[in-house]
């Protein structure tokens, strides 16, 4: 296993990904950064995003020609991620001497049973095959059931009259290893058709076996029968197999030629291959089953999952950009190991289980962040990655003018746009004036839901989202149906409100739309033009002007 930067393998697939709906500057982080990586000797780093970008994002990704990362819409670990693709099995046909000697070579302790398409029909222990063969049960120690097929693979036998079939069938064994009178009599009880003979070089048993007209007559130590016994078993329908075994030796498997469909458990619990690994391991504690078998969506076997399966190491991980909240992360993130954080957000993280890179600092934008990487690495971003990493800096700042723009911002735009060869200040101008129309998301819930995120202060969790545009008429004309998006959004994630930044960046003012608690109006502190409706002059940012603010007023209320 070998390590790269970072301190992880090159085994696991690392995705860089950003915030639930993702903005610029989330997109952005995470594309610049995997291609960093995979510069720095990680090929398996991959650009993620946690949802559909935005009509900005759209926008600078076909004006730049760079491909959307790649959509994961949950990485919740699934039954796939663990399970055993290369499993131990047994067709039907198989008898329990195969299934033997699988369970010695193998050191299983369960295997499928399979049907001719390939799905599991039943399912083998070795507890269940020992107490098949090992427990006393007198009533069935003649008994044997078997197929003439699989009791000639078993002895390496030839069918030397009558060929033989699948079709199993219940025997009573009896070895002829005494004089023809006394053996006659044995067997004088049992129905001929269910007679297993098995003798040596004993022409008098055979004639009495054939005479009988048992339903199968061994004859072991490789001496064929002479041609009349032959002859005569022909005449009278008894087939004859011809093992070079001794007797001794052809008894014992004899018994163990019965085909494993006939001792299989054929109450067995499956799992799919796509359901999550909670889900194993629920059914795994409810049924006590040693292995459950995973099956494709066809239904063939996919692999076995056992409880050493919920040890496995899942195959991938996560770097987190823009962002360090579970609450905004993508779904299942919780139950996969981050590798590295690089944000500029105030923390909210989880715990880690081991050290990692954890990178913040008050800036504007991730992007400055990332192209930070890039200098300490010692290299430059190609052209159309720092043409990408200065969008998201232009995008997260407002054209370098939102209150969090910081001197970092300002100089890395600057190194960024010479690399790019741009102008930072037009590019700006371009993306925003391409893109503030609120036609552009489709409807109004995708207005509201495009940049929208989570946060919480002690029990009470609130939502806000935010686009920027240039003006207000456009707002005028849909803010009813987005309050009501506001407030289905709220009803649905149990928000203690759910708000709105229409920020216009020709004039540096927000228009806050929210839905929440009745008493806000009291303490939100800036003019209400309209129920619902705030007006913040001079407020562009929500993680470093509204956001306080709000926090500070969940203290209130």
Known sequence: MTAVDGGFSLEKTIYVIGHRNPDTDSVASAIAYAELKKRLGAPQVIAAMAGEPNPQTRYILDRLGISEPLLLADVH????DVVNRRPVTLSKDATAYDALERFHASGVRV???????????????????????????????????????????TLAADCIVLPGD??????????????????????????????????????????????????LLVVTGGHPPDQDITAMAEANGVRILLTHHDTATAAWLARLSTPVSQVADHAFTTIGIGEPLSQLRQKLLQTGDA???VTEEDGSLAGVATKSSLLAEIPYGLILVDHN???????????????????????????????????????????????????????????????????????????????TTTDVDRSTAQWLATIAAMDAEDFGKEIFAA??????????L?????????????????????????GFDEFDGVKGELLACLAQIKQRGNLFIAG???????????????????????????????????EMKGVMSRKKQLLPHLLKILEKL
């Open 291 to 293: 292995a459950l078998f």
């Open 77 to 80: 670990p699934k039954v796939r």
């Open 446 to 470: 995708k207005v509201v839901e495009a940049d929208f995120k989570h946060f919480t202060q002690g029990e009470k969790t609130i939502g806000v989202g935010q686009v920027e545009v240039v």
């Open 435 to 444: 893109c503030s129309s609120l036609k552009h998301y489709g409807s109004p």
């Open 325 to 403: 909240e579970t609450g905004q992360a993508v779904p299942g993130a919780d139950a996969v190991e981050v590798l590295e954080v690089i944000d500029h957000h105030k923390l909210g993280n989880s715990p880690t289980i081991a050290p990692i890179t954890f990178i913040t600092s008050p800036v504007g934008s991730t992007c400055t962040l990332v192209a930070a990487r890039y200098r300490e690495a010692g290299l430059a971003p190609e052209q159309r990655i720092a043409a990408l990493l200065l969008a998201g800096i232009l995008s997260d700042t407002v054209i370098l003018k939102s209150p």
């Open 111 to 153: 295997m499928p049973v399979l049907d001719e398409a390939g799905n599991p029909s039943g399912s083998l222990s070795l507890l269940r095959l020992s107490e098949t063969y090992l427990l006393p049960c007198p009533e069935l120690q003649r008994e044997i059931r078997t197929s003439v097929a699989a009791l000639a693979r």
């Open 166 to 215: 699948e079709t199993v069938e219940k025997f009573h064994l009896f070895i002829g290893a005494m004089r023809e009178e006394s053996f006659s009599g044995r067997i004088a009880d049992y129905e001929p058709s269910s007679l297993l003979i098995m003798t040596g070089n004993r022409r008098t048993i055979q004639q009495a076996a054939i005479e009988r007209g048992v339903g």
């Open 500 to 534: 709105l930044m229409v920020t216009d960046i020709v004039s540096g003012t927000t228009l806050f739309l929210v839905e929440g608690h009745t008493r806000i109006a009291h303490v939100m502190g800036y003019p209400q033009l309209e129920p619902h409706l705030y």
